[in-house]
């Protein structure tokens, strides 16, 4: 009959006891998982502080729709009236929202555009994220037929130098109708009021030398109407 062999004892190795490599090893299996979680949290809130860190506050909300401006014009619209009022280049800006385009003419190159424009537009006009708008005929029929823009004959300290332009706003119509029944002649209501500013009458858009009339129109709910006064008075010297 075979003795049997006394129990070994089980061994236990302190943490004092294992190499580096084993400590490493020991902490990846059991603790990886907390220590990805606790990783993605740190990335997640480090991203967040860096992104409002980073961001600059708008000091004025700018936007040109069927034009484009140049490089010399757009430095003048941005930095340039960020400097005119003392503005901090680290923490604000002149935000220009541009390539936007609003047209019915399907032959045109920018037709494709005109869906997305729209929708850009709206949502910025929606989050009182647009004062001022810098647009061709176009444009600016389509801004005065919906009601967008301010009527400027109520806008105080407007200079003589500054030469108005009156467009008409649409406040009722039938076009449902005509949609649906082509024998049903169009008929509208309207409004008519100084709506843009002929921005030839500015130096920097006389030099620019565009090649059809570009308007200024100010959005009716800006909330920064103190700023667009003075973005017009800096206009006249820019």
């Known amino acids: 009959m075979r003795k049997k062999r006394p129990a070994v004892a089980e061994r236990h190795t302190s943490w004092s006891d294992l190499s580096l490599p084993q400590k490493a090893q020991y902490i990846w299996d059991y603790y990886k998982l907390p220590i990805f979680a606790g990783l993605f949290a740190a ?7 860096f992104h409002h860190l980073g961001k600059k ?3 004025l909300h700018l936007g040109a729709v069927n034009i484009v401006t140049g490089e010399t014009l757009t430095e003048k619209l941005t930095d340039g009236f960020l400097s005119y009022c003392n503005g901090s280049p680290d923490q604000q800006e002149v935000l ?5 385009y609003l047209t019915t003419d399907e032959s045109s190159e920018y037709y494709a555009y005109n869906y997305a424009s729209q929708v850009k537009i709206l949502a910025a006009i929606d989050d009182e994220r647009l004062d001022v708008v810098l647009m061709n005929q176009e444009a600016f029929d389509a801004f005065a037929q919906n009601g967008y823009l301010y009527d400027l004959s109520k806008l105080d300290g407007l ?6 332009a009156v467009n008409k706003e649409i406040v009722e119509d039938n076009a449902k109708e005509v949609v649906y029944d082509s024998s049903v002649a169009y008929q509208s209501t309207v409004l008519e009021y100084p709506m843009g500013i002929d921005a030839g ?4 858009f006389a030099e620019a030398g565009f090649s059809e009339p570009v308007y200024l129109g100010v959005i009716a709910n800006t909330q920064r109407l103190d700023t667009v006064k003075q973005f017009l008075t800096y206009l006249e010297i820019a």
Request: net charge negative; with cysteine.
């Open 159 to 164: 200079s003589e130098q500054c030469r108005l």
């Open 57 to 59: 506050e708008a000091v």
């Open 96 to 100: 220009y929202y541009t390539g936007l």
């Open 43 to 49: 990335f997640f809130i480090l991203s967040l502080l």
């Open 201 to 204: 009458c500015f130096p920097c």
